[in-house]
């Protein structure tokens, strides 16, 4: 059974950093990514992150990249998303998501179709 748990959501002031852990366990093959999404009020849910296991590719979103690192405890299999200069258009719930397919170009799009496991949503709002 694969399970997905996030945590490390919290309230941080503009320009500062937080760093979210998503632990996942349950796979059987290393033909999956382990993705981070969020969804801001009023907004569809966004692909922020993704780190391909089989291969160690990471892809990020145009809206983060630079600021957000995200990377893989392959003895605790544990994903951190660490997240730096934040600004207030990155609060939102942040949801780890893990999945599997054997082509592993797919990751790159950052969709959630690919997906089937998903974890709660950690709330991470950007405020002064």
């Known amino acids: 059974q694969v399970q997905v748990v996030e945590s490390g959501g919290g309230l941080v002031q503009p320009g500062g950093s937080l760093r979210l852990s998503c632990a996942a366990s349950?796979?059987?093959?290393?033909?999956?990514?382990i993705g981070w999404f969020r969804r801001a009020p009023g907004k569809e849910r966004e692909g922020v992150s993704c780190?391909?296991?089989?291969?160690?590719?990471?892809y990020y979103s145009d809206s983060v990249k630079g600021r957000f690192t995200i990377s893989r405890d392959n003895v605790k299999g544990t994903v951190y998303l660490q997240m730096n200069s934040l600004k207030p258009e990155d609060t939102a719930i942040y949801y780890c998501?893990?999945?599997?397919?054997?082509?592993?170009?797919?990751?790159?799009?950052?969709?959630?179709?690919?997906?089937?496991?998903w974890g709660q949503g950690t709330q991470v709002t950007v405020s002064s």
């Open positions: 998501a893990a999945g599997a397919h054997p082509d592993a170009t797919i990751w790159e799009s950052l969709t959630d179709r690919w997906y089937d496991y």
């Open positions: 349950g796979f059987t093959n290393d033909y999956y990514a």
């Open positions: 780190i391909s296991v089989s291969d160690g590719s990471v």
